[in-house]
């Protein structure tokens, strides 16, 4: 296997060649009765997670309540949320999973983004996508119709304007070589994953991104989707790029009850859960950022007992695996 490239602590960590790793993805709470989470005691939860051994946290971008949709995400801006979390961890990733790139000046997330990475010592994760909500377009005057080549010159933007003093055009603006953008990324970037197509073609996403992150699906189809995305990728690059994907879990009190699908993801017991991990990372996924809005154990159990009986295990194979 081809290793991954090493932009930064985070995603080096997060990240390895062959191996699976999981995250959480905030808010950590169950709130299956409504769209708004309370975030109560989000700080704690937070620090649990980190202390338990997780390798990442996930928050997304998720400017308006949209009723309809059903779910607020975790109410805060990300890149102020994520300001906060870097001075109150020390070693787990800090990601976004995804900044609505058409909804956001790329200047402002870029230099949020080199903020946090510098901040954090290295530990910044980007997650970009071209959105999926069609009301707030119109709220903030941006057409949805246009938001996938609005994505590909936003993107452009975020990796040019960060070198030193960039000379670039498009419709986001001009930058002439006589001025830079401060602070640069601690390593070598700011990495970006693009979530789902982002309204590109797979060949453009395996050229440009520094990862993948995609929806769950049944492990044929997914190990068929990611043979497609490193094959893309073996075209241009001498390294390989990580994949990933979220998963909601409601984890059962009995570890051995077995699974029931639910939408993108399972109700399950521990030992099935690790099962399926075990068959994600033999497929090649790098990744799972699980969210838990439908679990209805008490959290503080619910992540001990993942950490116990499914990270556990993951970690004592990758230590193998090291040694």
Do not use: C
């Not at 241009?236 to 939408?263: C, G, R, S, T, W």
């Amino acid at each position: 296997m081809k290793p991954f490239e090493q932009i930064n602590r985070g995603f080096n960590s997060v990240f390895q060649t062959g191996k699976l790793s999981v995250g959480i993805v905030i808010p950590i709470e169950h709130y299956l009765n409504g769209p708004i989470p309370t975030m109560n005691d989000h700080l704690e939860k937070v620090k649990l997670v980190e202390s338990l051994g997780f390798k990442a946290l996930w928050i997304r971008d998720i400017p308006f309540n949209v009723p309809s949709f059903g779910d607020a995400g975790q109410l805060f801006d990300p890149f102020t949320y994520l300001g906060f979390l870097a001075g109150q961890t020390s070693e787990i990733a800090l990601g976004i999973s995804s900044i609505a790139l058409p909804l956001h000046h790329p200047l402002h997330v870029a230099k949020a983004a080199t903020s946090i990475d510098q901040l954090s010592g290295g530990r910044m994760i980007l997650g970009v996508a071209s959105g999926d909500r069609p009301d707030e377009y119109p709220a903030m005057g941006i057409d949805f119709e246009s938001r996938g080549e609005q994505f590909r010159e936003a993107f452009e933007y975020i990796r040019k304007v960060q070198e030193d003093f960039p000379d670039f055009d498009n419709q986001f603006g001009k930058v002439n070589g006589h001025m830079d953008m401060l602070p640069k990324a601690q390593g070598s970037k700011i990495p970006l994953l693009i979530t789902g197509s982002s309204r590109q073609t797979l060949e453009w996403n395996a050229k440009h991104a520094d990862g993948w992150m995609t929806y769950p699906k049944n492990l044929y189809q997914q190990n068929d989707t990611i043979r497609q995305w490193r094959e893309m990728i073996a075209k241009d690059f001498d390294h390989d790029k990580p994949f990933m994907q979220p998963l909601y879990v409601v984890l059962e009190a009995n570890d051995d009850a077995k699974p029931q699908p639910i939408q993108l993801g399972f109700k399950i017991g521990a030992n099935y859960l690790l099962d399926y991990f075990q068959q994600l990372e033999e497929i090649g996924v790098n990744h799972v950022a699980i969210n838990l809005r439908f679990n209805s154990m008490p959290m503080e159990a619910t992540l001990n007992k993942l950490a116990d009986k499914v990270l556990a295990p993951i970690h004592s194979k990758t230590k193998e695996l090291q040694s």
